[in-house]
């Protein structure tokens, strides 16, 4: 399941990303949307885990938490 995690400190890293996920379950990527210019963080990224039960768990307990002072939004990422 591919999951949308938006509103992310624009210092946190891939790793500290992968991190949050992974206490919930198999993480297969992460990845922080940056803008192609600047380079800097456009404040949302995605996660990808093969295991839709622990993605659900992810996104139940994640969504809304605080993750480097910021409220995270987290959902499951919809198709264009």
Known sequence: MNIFVGNLNYRLDVEALEQAF???G???SAKIITDRETGR???FGFIEMSNDDEARAA???LNGA?????EIVVNEARPR
């Open 26 to 28: 198999q993480v297969d």
């Open 41 to 43: 963080a456009k404040g």
């Open 66 to 70: 605080d993750l480097m002072d910021r």
């Open 59 to 61: 996104i139940e307990g």
């Open 22 to 24: 992974a206490q919930y």
